[in-house]
C-alpha cells in the first residue's frame, strides 16, 4: 500500500462524507419533502432503526440486498404513514407523535431484530468509481455505494420536483397555508399524508443503507442519533433538498475527521475531534442566521405551517 | 391548551357549582386514563401476536413497577431525574420553543458538581451541596439559556441548536473526566475525584430514594404556579401563543425566552448534580444516560404542565422498573417495555382529538343534578 | 439506592465489619448444602447478549450455569451502568431469590455493587473486572482474566503476517485493560520484529458501529495490514476490516465465522469455566476468594484456532510463546521499556509478570504504539 501519510486526512474527509453521509441524505430529504407539506415528523430515527432492522432481516432471508432495501423503503412508508394518518386528527401534536413513533419504532425494531444480529446478510453492491487511480486508498474512498448516487439524484429531482411540478405545488402551498390550500381545493391532510409516507419510506432506505452497507450489519447500536440529527439538520439546509444534500455531506465528512487525524498521529483531544460536525454545524448556522431576532419568524424559508418554527 | 382554552375554563369556573369543580379536576384525567387503557388492549394484542399471555405481562408491569413497596422505591428513583429532565423541556414549550437538548444541560451540570467537589472539598457538608448546586444550576442554565438567546438575538432554531449543543456537551463531559478532571484511581471508569463523603446526598427516610426526587416534585409544582398564577406566566404563555402580538402589547418576548430556557436549563442541571451527588459520586460518562430524551416524551405527555409532569414521569418510571422482570419471567427481548412505552404514548396523544367530542364534565353535571 | 453513602465514615465501618461477619459466618455453615437443590443466579450484561464480543462472552458463561442441576439463572440485558443497575440488582434479589449476583460490567462496580453489598449480607456480587481490596465488603468478589496474554499471542501472529510493518488497535477509552491490551499486541509483534508500529484510534466510546467502521478505515488508509480491537462487539471491525484486506485478530468472543479467510486467531474469554466453577463452589458450601485471577493456564481465556492463512512460522512461534505462558511467570512488560513519550516504564531486568496487579493500573502507550491516552 501506498504511504499517504497525512494526505489521509482530506481522503479520509472526501471517503467519509460518500461513507457516512448517504443515511443523512435519505432521512434529510424525506424529512424535508414532509416539512414542506407543513408536518414535521421527529420520529424518523425510529423509522431509520427500523427500516435497518427490517431491511436486513428480509436481505438475510431473501439472500438480496435489494429486496431487503424494499422492505425497508415499505416499512418506513407505513411508520410514514401512521403518521400522517394520527395527526389529521384535530389537536393531535405531530412533534410529540413524532417522538411517540420514535421510540415505538425503535421499539419494534428491537424487539423482532434480536435474532437478525448473529447472521450475515448481503451488503448492497458498491460502485469502484477509483478504478483509475493506482492509490489503493483513493480507490477504497471512492468505492462508491448505489444508494448514495440515488441519494444525490433524489436530492435534484426532489428540488425540481418542488419548484416545478404541480405535486411539489400541492405540497408547498398545503406547507405554506392550509386555508389558501382549502381555497384552492386541495385535500390538506391527504397531501400531508403522503408526504409523510414519501418521508417514512427515504427514512427507511436510509436504515437499510446502515445495516446493509456501511457500517453493514444489524445491532442495536446502529444508529447514535442519526435519524434525529438529519431531521436537524432539514432546518439547517433551509427546506431545500439540495440544500440537505450538501449538509449531509459536510456532516459525513466532518465526522471522519476525528478517526482520520488520530490516524495521522494527532491523537490528543479526540473527543473535541469527534465533536466537529455539531460545532461545525452550529456555526454555520449561527453565522447564518438572521438577525432579525425572535420578531421575525425564526427562519424564513420556513414553511408557513410548521409548528417547529411557527 | 391554548389562552382562550384557559380563559374560558377560568370563567366557567367561576359561575358554577361544586359538582362542576369535581368534573373539572376529573376531565383532565379522564381522557388519558382511558387512552392507557385503550394502549394496553392494543397491546394485548401485540402479545398475543408473539405467543404471550397479556394477563401476565399486566401483572409483571403491576408487580414489578408499583405492587411492592420496592417496586415503589425502584420506580420512584427512576423518575427522579425525569421530573427535572422534563421541566426543561416544558418550560420553554409554554413560549412555543422545542427544546431537545436538556441532555447537554444534565451532563455539564454533573460534571460542574463533581469539578465543585474536587476543588473545594473542604466545606461542612450543607455548604458543600449548595455550592454544588449552584454551579450546576448555572451551567445548566448557561448552556440551555445560551439556547433562548441565540435564539432571540440571531434567530437560531432552538431545536437544532439545543441538539447539536447536547452532543457538544457530552464530547465536552467526556474530554474532561478523561482527561483534565480525571481521577488517576478511577481506572477502567475514568471518572473525577470521588465526592467528599459530607457533600453526598442521602436518601429521604421511609422512601428509599434519594433527596432528588422531592426537590423534583417541588420543581413541578413551583413551575405550574409559575406558568399558570404569575404574569410572568401569564405573559409566557402569550408570547408562545402568538409572539407579534405579544411583542405590540409590549411583552418582553427575549427576556421571556431567555428566562424561561435559562431556568429549564437550572433544573436540568441540577438532574446532573443529583445523579452525581446522590448515585454516582463522582462526574463520569455515566451521566449520559439518556435522562434529557426521556424528559422530551415525559414534557409532551404531561402536555408542559408541571403538575402533570409528576404522574406521567411516574408512570414511566414505572413502566421502566418493570422492564426487567418482564425480560427475566417472560423471556421477552428488552425492548419489550419501549414498545409498550410508544404504544400508551400514541393513545394518549390520540385522545387529545377527543378532547372535546367526549365531555366528561357533561356526563358528570348530568348525573349531579339527575 | 445509596443511603449507605451518607453516615460517616465511622457508622459504615462499623456496618460492613458487623456484615463482613455475618457472611463469614456463613459460608462457613453447611447451608450451601441445604439450597443446593435451589441456587439462583443471576447475570447482568450492559449490552445485548449476542454482540460478538464482550457480552456474548459472558452470555455463553451463562449458558453454561443453566446446564448446573438445580440453579436456575436469570438474566437481563442492556442494563445501564447507573441506578438501573442497582434496581436491577434489588430486582434480582427480591423477585427472583438470587443469591449469587454477576453483574458483569465495570462500571457496576463503584458504586452500585459496593452501594448494595453491605445492604444484602447474604447475596454474593461477583464482579468482573473490578478490584477488590480488603476494605471492600466481604461478600463482594471481583475477577478477570489476563487477556492481555491473549492479545500478546495475537500481536506474535500480526507481527508475522504484516507487511506493511503497521499493525493497527480500534480501541473504545484509554483504560488500564485497554492500555494492556494495546501494548501487548504490539509488544507480540516486536517480538518478531522491533520495527513494527501499532496504530491506535479511540472511539470514545463502547459501542459506536459507524464510529468503528471510520476507525478501521482510517487505519486501513495508512497502511495497516493486521487489525484488532478492544470495544464490546467486534464485529463491525471484523467485518470493515475483512472488506478492507486486513487480516483480523479477534476479541472478546471468535469472530472468525466473520471473515474465516482474514480471521488469523484471536483472544478470546472463557467464562463458561469460570462461571461453572464459582457456581459449583457456592453450591457446595465453599467461598469463593474475594480476588479470582486466571491466565490461559488457568482457562479464563483461550485463543481462537489459528485460521488458514497463518503462515508456519507464525504457528511454531504461536505455539511455543503460548506454552510458555502457560509455564507461568511470562512478563510481557519487560525492561529496558519506555513509553511513547519517552518516559521510562521498566529498567533492564525489571520485568511486570502477568499476575502483577500494578498491570491493572496501567496509564501509558509503550513506545511503539501511534496514539495517546487523553
Known amino acids: 500500500m501506498t504511504d499517504i501519510g497525512y494526505w489521509g486526512v482530506p481522503l479520509a474527509i472526501l471517503g467519509g462524507a460518500i461513507r457516512v453521509s448517504t443515511p443523512f441524505i435519505f432521512v434529510s430529504i424525506g424529512e424535508c419533502i414532509t416539512e414542506r407539506s407543513g408536518r414535521i415528523n421527529l420520529g424518523l430515527e425510529g423509522t431509520l432503526v427500523f427500516g435497518a432492522m427490517s431491511g436486513y432481516a428480509v436481505a438475510y432471508h431473501t439472500d438480496s440486498a435489494w429486496a431487503g432495501t424494499l422492505a425497508a423503503a415499505f416499512a418506513g412508508l407505513l411508520f410514514g404513514l401512521l403518521h400522517g394518518w394520527i395527526c389529521k386528527f384535530p389537536k393531535v401534536n405531530d412533534i410529540a407523535i413524532g417522538i411517540a413513533l420514535m421510540i415505538f419504532g425503535s421499539g419494534l425494531a428491537f424487539f423482532f431484530g434480536k435474532p437478525y444480529v448473529q447472521p450475515v446478510a448481503p451488503d448492497l453492491p458498491a460502485i469502484p468509481l477509483g478504478f483509475w487511480s493506482d492509490i489503493p486508498q483513493l480507490q477504497a474512498a471512492l468505492n462508491v455505494n448505489v444508494l448514495f448516487l440515488v441519494g444525490i439524484a433524489l436530492a435534484f429531482a426532489a428540488s425540481w420536483m418542488l419548484k416545478n411540478t404541480r405535486i411539489g405545488l400541492t405540497i408547498r402551498v398545503a406547507g405554506d397555508s392550509a386555508d389558501a390550500a382549502r381555497a384552492l381545493g386541495i385535500d390538506v391532510n391527504r397531501v400531508r399524508l403522503w408526504s409523510t409516507g414519501v418521508g417514512g419510506a427515504l427514512a427507511g432506505i436510509g436504515g437499510a443503507y446502515l445495516s446493509l452497507y456501511y457500517p453493514g450489519s444489524w445491532n442495536e447500536g446502529i444508529s447514535s442519533g442519526q435519524g434525529l440529527m438529519a431531521v436537524a439538520l432539514v432546518i439547517f439546509a433551509r427546506w431545500s433538498p439540495v440544500n440537505c444534500l450538501y449538509a449531509s455531506l459536510l456532516f459525513g465528512g466532518a465526522g471522519a475527521l476525528g478517526p482520520a487525524l488520530q490516524s495521522v498521529g494527532i491523537s490528543q483531544g479526540y473527543y473535541l475531534f469527534y465533536a466537529a460536525p455539531y460545532v461545525l454545524t452550529l456555526g454555520l448556522l449561527v453565522a447564518t442566521s438572521s438577525a432579525g431576532g425572535s420578531a421575525t419568524r425564526a427562519i424564513t424559508a420556513a414553511p408557513g405551517e410548521l409548528s417547529i418554527t411557527k | ?370 | 439506592m445509596t443511603s449507605f453513602l451518607t453516615p460517616n465514615r465511622r457508622q459504615f465501618l462499623t456496618r460492613t465489619a458487623g456484615l463482613a461477619g455475618l457472611a463469614a459466618a456463613g459460608s462457613a455453615l453447611p447451608f450451601g448444602a441445604a439450597r443446593a437443590a435451589s441456587l439462583t443466579v443471576g447475570f447482568i450484561y450492559v449490552g445485548p447478549k449476542d454482540d460478538y464480543g464482550y457480552n456474548q462472552s459472558h452470555a455463553e458463561g451463562a449458558a453454561a450455569v443453566k446446564a448446573i442441576p438445580g440453579v436456575t439463572v436469570v438474566e437481563e440485558e442492556r442494563v445501564p451502568e447507573t441506578v438501573d443497575v442497582q434496581k436491577t440488582m434489588e430486582s434480582m434479589i427480591n423477585f427472583d431469590g438470587a443469591s449469587l449476583l454477576f453483574p458483569t460490567s465495570f462500571g457496576y462496580f463503584d458504586p452500585h455493587i459496593l452501594a448494595l453489598a453491605p445492604k444484602n449480607p447474604k447475596v454474593r456480587f461477583e464482579h468482573c473486572g473490578g478490584l477488590w481490596t480488603a476494605d471492600k465488603p466481604k461478600n463482594v468478589g471481583s475477577y478477570f482474566g489476563y487477556i492481555g496474554m491473549g492479545q500478546y499471542l495475537n500481536g506474535v501472529v500480526a507481527g508475522h503476517m504484516t507487511k506493511s510493518k503497521k499493525i493497527g488497535f480500534v480501541a473504545a477509552k484509554p483504560i488500564p485493560q485497554v492500555l494492556l491490551n494495546i501494548n501487548s499486541f504490539l509488544l507480540g509483534a516486536r517480538s518478531v520484529d522491533p520495527t513494527i508500529t501499532c496504530q491506535v484510534i479511540f472511539t470514545g466510546e463502547w459501542s459506536l458501529a459507524v464510529k468503528e467502521a471510520e476507525a478501521t478505515n482510517a487505519l486501513a488508509d495508512q497502511g495497516v495490514d493486521v487489525v484488532t480491537c478492544h470495544v464490546d462487539g467486534p464485529k463491525v471491525v471484523m467485518e470493515t476490516g475483512a472488506g478492507r484486506g486486513m487480516y483480523l485478530c479477534g476479541y472478546h468472543a471468535n469472530q472468525a465465522p466473520l471473515a474465516p479467510a482474514k480471521y488469523l486467531t484471536g483472544a478470546e474469554w472463557n467464562w463458561a469455566k469460570v462461571y461453572t466453577d464459582m457456581v459449583n463452589t457456592t453450591l457446595k458450601g465453599g467461598a469463593i476468594n474475594n480476588f479470582v485471577r486466571g491466565g490461559l493456564a488457568e482457562g479464563f481465556i483461550k485463543m481462537s484456532p489459528l485460521g488458514s492463512a497463518v503462515s508456519e512460522p507464525a504457528r511454531k512461534q504461536f505455539e511455543s510463546v503460548k506454552a510458555e505462558i502457560i509455564k507461568g511467570g511470562y512478563a510481557v512488560i519487560k525492561g529496558p521499556l519506555k513509553d511513547n513519550k519517552g518516559n521510562v516504564i521498566a529498567t533492564q531486568g525489571q520485568s511486570f509478570v502477568e499476575t502483577d496487579v500494578a498491570l491493572e493500573g496501567m496509564n501509558y502507550l509503550v513506545d511503539g504504539v501511534v496514539g495517546s491516552t487523553s
Open chain 2, 1 to 370: 391548551m391554548t389562552l382562550q382554552a384557559d380563559l374560558a375554563a377560568g370563567l366557567a369556573a367561576k359561575q358554577s357549582s361544586v359538582a362542576d369543580y369535581a368534573g373539572r379536576i376529573l376531565q383532565p384525567l379522564f381522557l388519558p386514563l382511558a387512552a392507557v387503557v385503550a394502549g394496553m388492549i392494543v397491546f394485548s394484542g401485540f402479545l398475543l401476536l408473539v405467543g404471550k399471555s397479556p394477563i401476565d405481562f399486566y401483572m409483571i408491569v403491576y408487580k414489578a413497577g408499583f405492587g411492592t413497596s420496592f417496586s415503589w422505591a425502584n420506580t420512584l428513583a427512576r423518575a427522579a431525574p425525569l421530573l427535572l429532565a422534563a421541566l426543561c423541556v416544558a418550560l420553554p414549550a409554554r413560549l412555543g420553543l422545542v427544546v431537545i437538548g436538556g441532555e447537554g444541560a444534565i451532563v455539564l451540570g454533573g460534571v460542574a458538581a463533581g469539578t465543585v467537589g474536587m476543588m473545594v472539598p473542604g466545606l461542612p457538608g450543607v455548604l458543600g451541596i449548595l455550592a454544588m448546586a449552584i454551579a450546576a444550576s448555572v451551567t445548566g442554565a448557561i448552556w440551555i439559556g445560551g439556547i433562548g438567546a441565540l435564539r432571540h438575538y440571531r434567530g437560531v432554531n432552538e431545536t437544532i441548536s439545543s441538539l447539536l449543543l447536547a452532543y457538544i456537551a457530552i464530547a465536552l463531559m467526556n474530554h474532561l473526566v478523561e482527561g483534565p478532571l480525571r481521577d488517576p484511581a478511577s481506572l477502567n471508569k475514568p471518572s473525577t475525584v470521588p465526592l467528599p463523603e459530607a457533600y453526598r446526598i442521602g436518601e429521604i427516610p421511609g422512601i428509599g430514594v434519594h433527596w432528588g426526587l422531592a426537590v423534583g416534585i417541588v420543581a413541578c409544582i413551583l413551575c405550574w404556579v409559575l406558568i399558570e398564577r404569575t404574569t410572568w406566566g401569564f405573559a409566557a404563555r402569550i408570547v408562545g401563543g402568538n409572539i407579534r402580538a405579544a411583542q405590540v402589547q409590549g411583552l418582553p418576548a427575549g427576556l421571556l425566552m431567555i428566562g424561561f430556557t435559562a431556568l429549564g436549563g437550572v433544573f436540568a442541571g441540577l438532574a446532573g448534580m443529583f445523579e452525581v451527588a446522590a448515585v454516582h459520586g463522582s462526574a463520569n460518562a455515566s451521566l449520559a444516560a439518556g435522562y434529557g430524551y426521556t424528559g422530551i416524551l415525559i414534557a409532551f405527555l404531561a402536555r408542559h404542565n408541571g403538575l402533570a409532569v409528576i404522574p406521567a414521569a411516574i408512570l414511566f418510571a414505572g413502566f421502566e422498573a418493570s422492564s426487567g422482570l418482564v425480560q427475566r419471567r417472560l423471556g421477552l427481548p428488552d425492548a419489550t417495555i419501549v414498545v409498550f412505552e410508544g404504544m400508551i404514548f400514541i393513545a394518549i396523544l390520540l385522545s387529545d382529538a377527543l378532547q372535546d367530542k367526549i365531555d366528561f364534565r357533561t356526563l358528570f353535571r348530568i348525573r349531579g343534578r339527575s
